[in-house]
Structure formats: C-alpha cells, structure tokens
C-alpha cells in the first residue's frame, strides 16, 4: 500500500534540505532554519519558489541580543566563543548553527567547566543559563498558519517566508546558582520564562 504525503512539516536547516532534495512536488512547510536563501532552500524570502517555504530565524540578530543580556549577568566577561558543527549546511553558509543532538552534554560540560553560556531555548532547557530566541508560540502559529493555507490549494512559492516578530528571554535560575552568579532582578523581570 502507498502512502499519499499531502505536505512535508521539517524543522532545522539539514531536514529541510533533505526534503527539498526528496521532492519538488510536495509541500514543504520549514522552520528553525537560519538562512533559507543563503543554504537554497528558496530564491527569496518574499518569493521563495518552488515547493519550499516556512518560518526562518534570524540567528545573527538573536546572537547579539544574547550576547548582551549575557553581558547582563557576567558583566566581566572578556572572551566569548561561539560552538559550530561544520557539519551543518547552516554553518557552511554562515558560520553560525550549533548541533542540538549533543545539547545535554554541552550544556553539562559547560557548567562542569563553570562556563555561563547564551543560546536558543533547546540548550537552557538542557541546563544553558539564558537564552534569547524568537517566541516559541509564535511560530507554532506560524507554522499553523503554514500548513493551512498549503492544504487549503495555496503555493508555497506563493507564500513569503516569515521572520520572527516576538521574542523570548529565558533564564535558568538552577544553572545560574551552580555558577555563583546572581541575576540582577531588572533583567529577571524582563525574562518570560524562568526555571527554577
């Protein structure tokens, strides 16, 4: 018996690429991907072509917004390095995607390591201490929206692909304790969701 796949819903750059390299008849609805034009995903964000749209992040933005809410929390901070996969067709592009497969020994080492770090949601949610990433509800919406007009007889070439308009600050409070640092409360009060 064969399958009919009425739409392809994929999250991050590899598995969009997979898709788009799978099929260029059916939909394909991406998110978590940092660069749509610059991997070839699509020809463009207002017109993107082919089978092929969704919700893009803009990681270059989100890394200077951690960056400093970073320096928030670690005002003496100094050095800042930055953990790629150079397997990742995101990171060929531009230099910039980690491997999330890895992120609870990441994050574990970092804090054996006594490291603050500032990443997405994924990574405080394995232990990081902050993160600053584009507004989870957002794009389930998003991505709902997506899938809807697509299976309503709409184009993906037809349908621009979103950025994020909200954000989300985060702030592991449990991380923060193991490393001695103490989250100023105006920076506690801005964050939308803290763990404890």
Do not use: C, W
């Not at 390591?113 to 990433?133: D, K, M, Q, W």
């Amino acid at each position: 018996m064969r399958l009919k796949v009425d739409l392809i819903v994929t999250s991050g750059t590899a598995a969009a690429l997979a898709a788009k390299n799978a099929t260029t008849s059916i939909p394909i609805v991406f998110g978590v991907v940092s660069d749509p034009v610059g991997v070839g995903l699509v020809t463009s964000l207002a017109r993107p072509g082919g089978n092929v749209t969704g919700f893009s992040i803009v990681n270059t933005e989100l890394n200077k917004k951690r960056l400093a809410a970073l320096r928030e929390l670690v005002p003496a901070i100094e050095r800042v390095g930055i953990l790629e996969n150079p397997t990742n067709p995101y990171f060929r592009a531009a230099h910039l995607e980690l491997f999330y497969e890895h992120r609870v020994e990441i994050m574990r080492a970092a804090l054996k390591h006594a490291l603050p770090t500032a990443s997405s949601r994924s990574f405080v949610e394995a232990g990081g201490l902050i993160a600053y990433t584009g507004s989870f509800s957002e794009q389930a919406d998003r991505f709902a929206a997506f899938i809807d007009r697509i299976l309503r007889g709409a184009r993906p070439a037809d349908i621009p692909v979103e950025q994020p308009t909200k954000f989300d600050l985060l702030i592991n409070l449990k991380t923060a304790k193991a490393l001695g640092i103490t989250v100023p409360k105006e920076l506690l009060l801005r964050a939308d969701e803290v763990i404890q």
